[in-house]
């Protein structure tokens, strides 16, 4: 058996986690730490409505992912969005049909991102309306993807604007009763 060798690293320092500028550098709390780079890469996950005050998004969970420290203030960036498992169960009711995708797509930028969005009918519906939906969902995420950068597509998704123009374009198709998206995550190259 190997005997390693113990060596002193001295006091841990405290670090503050800021959140991107769509949240206004909000504070996300501190971390110890020997040496600041050993904060980056780190992830750090929190409720929406921590960030935005506002009670109704605490279904959902914005991940960071810290890249760089300044100052002891650790700089992050939004690598992850995901809607709660309670959330979907709650809004799945009986007599309405469930559709789920998922794509993997790239922004004006040359940022990989995977979306999973989850689409409601009013009713049950026919296995092709819902191969359509799907299709046409695929369509807009196209589209979307090919005219805006990633951090406007973060500032979309966050203030719902992504989701009331989804399902104002999917409802050509098929009138649907709610549109989230499930998750959303940034793809390291």
Known sequence: MAVQS???????KWYTISSTSHFKEKSL????????????????????????GNIRM?????????KEVKDN???????????SSAHIKRIVRP?????????????KDGVKVVVKPLLLTRFNTHN?????????????FDKLFSETDYNL?????ISNRIHGSMKEFLNKTYPLGGVEI???KKIEK
């Open 6 to 12: 113990l060596t002193k690293k001295g006091k841990k």
């Open 29 to 52: 709390g501190e971390t110890p730490a020997y040496e600041p780079e050993r904060l980056i890469g780190r992830i750090v996950s929190t409720s929406m409505s921590n960030l935005t």
């Open 58 to 66: 605490q279904n959902v969970k914005i991940s960071f992912k810290i």
């Open 73 to 83: 203030n650790a700089l992050t960036e939004l690598v992850g969005y995901e809607v």
């Open 95 to 107: 007599g309405r049909d469930r559709v789920d995708a998922s794509f993997i797509k790239k922004t």
């Open 128 to 140: 092709s309306v819902r191969s359509e939906l799907k299709k046409k969902c695929e369509e807009f």
């Open 153 to 157: 597509f973060i500032s979309e998704l």
């Open 182 to 184: 499930r998750v959303m």
